[in-house]
């Protein structure tokens, strides 16, 4: 098993924090948020990563290079920034013609990976891919989700000011290949998974919903937030699930 972690983005709403390191490698509870999607996939089974980088992508190199997962991660630098679907698009040949794990790793989360795959080989006939979903009490900055009776994603609702509820895409999936090959047919270099991607494969996603820890860590609040809960002890800190019993995701 493959995973793509995206983590090229220069987090300008972590201004004057990301002004001197890449959002990847921003510090909670002491550690680079890159390390815990490291120590999270490779626990899992994941043979090999490759992270995509861009902005202070030196940083980000020198500290993969010295990471305890260093033989396993591949690296490959964005001159300018492809978008989420441009990246899976430009390193298709890494990727191959398995099944693969594409994680926003600008999140701070604990979900089961093997758990998610595991999930997607008994997902419903007809389904292309897997997507991550989780509860959030902030939808309106969230893709809001609307399902079937089997879990499977009806309606998407990116960042809309009255969402139809509170079940979010997580920028979690595995995908087949298929839908690499239907990113090759968008004929565009640059494109974003959210909005040109997802949106086509409407009735043929399942979604499972992760009752763990997961938070976008792109504010200074929800950052602050994030130290408090790790110092709490509320999210994994070796890989695994971590779940607990009521919901704490945000």
Not at 136 to 151: E, F, K, M, V
Not at 187 to 210: K, M, N
Request: glycine share 8%; aromatic share 8%.
């Amino acid at each position: 098993m493959r995973a793509l972690l995206l983590a090229a983005g220069a987090g300008t709403r972590l201004r004057p924090l990301t002004e001197t390191i890449p959002k990847c490698l921003v510090p909670i509870g002491g550690r680079a948020l890159l390390d815990y999607w490291f120590d999270l996939v490779f626990a899992a089974g994941i043979e090999r990563a490759l992270v995509n980088t861009s902005y202070r992508s030196a940083q980000a190199h020198a500290h993969m290079s010295a990471s305890p997962w260093r033989e396993r991660v591949d690296v490959v630098h964005e001159p300018a920034l492809l978008g989420t679907g441009g990246t899976v698009l430009a390193n298709r040949a890494w990727l191959g013609r398995a099944p693969f794990l594409v994680a926003h790793a600008d999140n701070l989360t604990d979900f089961d990976v093997a758990g998610l795959f595991a999930r997607h080989r008994e997902r419903p006939a007809g389904c292309a891919l897997t997507m991550l979903a989780f509860h959030t009490d902030r939808p309106q900055q969230c893709g809001i989700l609307a399902l079937d009776s089997r879990n499977v994603v009806q309606g998407f609702f990116e960042k809309v000011a009255t969402p139809p509820g509170t079940l979010a895409n997580a920028a979690v999936y595995i995908f087949e290949p298929e839908v690499v090959d239907f990113i090759v047919r968008l004929g565009r270099p640059v494109l974003d998974l959210s909005t040109e991607v997802i949106p086509a494969f409407l009735g043929r996603i399942l979604a499972v919903t992760h009752t763990g820890y997961h938070r976008d860590i792109g504010t200074p609040d929800s950052l602050a937030q994030a130290q408090a809960d790790v110092a709490a002890g509320l999210v994994g800190r070796t890989g695994g699930p971590a779940l607990i019993a009521t919901s704490r995701a945000r």
